[in-house]
């Protein structure tokens, strides 16, 4: 019921960005709702219909190369997201400005499909296809393919449009791709840390006794020098990290440190893991 509730949101949302933000303002970002957008400006298709009949034989071929399994959550992502542009009615929410387009439309984009995504679901379209000649075509990754698919859209989109609705769409693609990774990761980003000191113990120590921090060392060699010394590993929430390289500092101003995002953190201390029921 949870995976239900997330994909009709997350295709509704979608659904609002291409039909009444990317369509009005003729901005095609790639997929089969980019292609969509071009197909109507041609022979005035319907989103809806267009959408998913262009699915139907992806699906057929991924069911008879990967089974049911591999396309039962995306499929119903694929209705939805079909029935939610027959629905909702066509309305300029970004009133032609570009701009707001790209920013609105990338917010209201991101949003939807990682809600989607995180159902281990996809909305079908280039993601499947590339999928599916990543099969054949084992050399090139599924990344690498879906590039270029989506960039001979776009490319289709900039031959109708123009140039400048195409820029504005590379906009929209960055924007929905930030808000999609925030929606899936979450806004816990934390900082990993490590430290390469000669008095490593004496690092730790501080850490553990004034932050309530656990250490790691781990055992590591200069390459250059040959020396042998204790790294040490560290993960802080982010509003920590100026307290931690104090700390590290006053116990070793000759300290070597290394800041990292540790984009998901499970576990004492952070975030619980809790497995979803589909």
């Known amino acids: 019921m949870k995976y239900t509730i997330r994909i009709l949101i997350g295709t509704g949302l979608t659904a609002l960005a291409v039909k009444c933000v990317y369509?009005?303002?003729?901005?095609?970002?790639?997929?089969?709702?980019?292609?969509?957008?071009?197909l109507r400006s041609l022979f005035g298709l319907p989103l809806g219909v267009t959408t998913f009949m262009l699915n139907i034989p992806v699906y057929f071929a991924a069911w008879k190369m990967k089974g049911f399994r591999f396309v039962r959550w995306s499929a119903m992502a694929t209705v939805s997201l079909s029935l939610w542009l027959s629905v909702i009615p066509s309305v300029n929410l970004s009133q032609s400005d570009r701009f707001i387009a790209a920013v609105f439309g990338g917010f209201l984009c991101?949003?939807?499909?990682?809600?989607?995504?995180?159902?281990?679901?996809?909305?079908?379209?280039?993601?499947?296809?590339a999928a599916l000649i990543h099969t054949r075509l084992g050399r090139y990754s599924v990344v690498e393919i879906l590039q270029v698919l989506d960039g001979l859209i776009v490319i289709?989109?900039?031959?109708?449009?123009?140039?400048?609705?195409?820029?504005?769409?590379?906009?929209?693609?960055?924007?929905?791709?930030?808000?999609?990774?925030?929606?899936?990761?979450?806004?816990?980003?934390?900082?990993?840390?490590?430290?390469?000191?000669?008095?490593?113990?004496?690092?730790?120590?501080?850490?553990?006794?004034?932050?309530?921090?656990?250490?790691?060392?781990l055992p590591a060699k200069g390459m250059y020098s040959d020396a042998r010394r204790c790294m040490l590993y560290c993960v802080v929430s982010k509003r920590e990290i100026v307290k931690l390289k104090e700390i590290i500092l006053d116990s070793d101003p000759e300290a070597f440190v290394?800041?990292?995002?540790?984009?998901?953190?499970l576990g004492e201390g952070f975030l619980a893991y809790k497995k979803e029921e589909a």
């Open 23 to 38: 369509e009005p303002t003729d901005m095609v970002i790639g997929g089969f709702s980019g292609v969509a957008i071009v």
């Open 110 to 129: 991101g949003c939807g499909t990682g809600l989607v995504l995180s159902c281990r679901a996809t909305t079908g379209g280039t993601d499947m296809v």
């Open 156 to 217: 289709a989109g900039l031959y109708l449009f123009g140039i400048r609705a195409a820029l504005y769409s590379i906009i929209a693609v960055l924007a929905a791709a930030k808000m999609s990774d925030f929606i899936l990761e979450g806004a816990n980003v934390s900082r990993s840390v490590f430290v390469i000191s000669d008095r490593s113990r004496e690092v730790a120590r501080a850490i553990m006794e004034k932050m309530q921090r656990g250490v790691t060392g």
């Open 258 to 265: 290394i800041v990292n995002d540790a984009r998901e953190v």
